[in-house]
């Protein structure tokens, strides 16, 4: 399993066919703000799971969201998301996420 956090932001990422990818991301939901996808890395990959683990007992602090993406396919994709508030879709996001998947078989 390759573990892919905000430092694979903007990198591209071999892998073969059955491999997982397990994406983290900081999120802060107390805030409004999340994480969506643009682009799944489809047809290449699938996500198979996600989940969201909270970073502390505090009031308004954040956490983490994982997802787990497995490659089912060859050739190249991309997968994105965007950290925005779903109501306020008509602002730029406040920050952007994207690596490249190439995988083979």
């Not at 060859?74 to 008509?90: D, F, K, M, N, P």
């Amino acid at each position: 399993m390759l573990q892919v956090d905000e430092n694979y932001d903007g990198r591209e990422v071999s892998l073969r066919s059955s491999e997982t990818i397990e994406l983290r991301l900081k999120e802060n939901r107390t805030t409004g703000f999340g994480w969506t996808f643009k682009s799944k890395g489809e047809p290449v990959c699938t996500l198979v799971d996600e989940s969201f683990s909270s970073g502390g007992r505090s009031l308004g602090s954040g956490g983490t969201h994982t997802w787990h993406l497995r490659v089912v396919g060859s050739g190249t994709a991309i997968v994105e998301l965007v950290y925005a508030r779903r109501w306020q879709q008509e602002q730029p996001p406040a920050r952007t996420f994207k690596f490249t998947v190439r995988a083979g078989g």
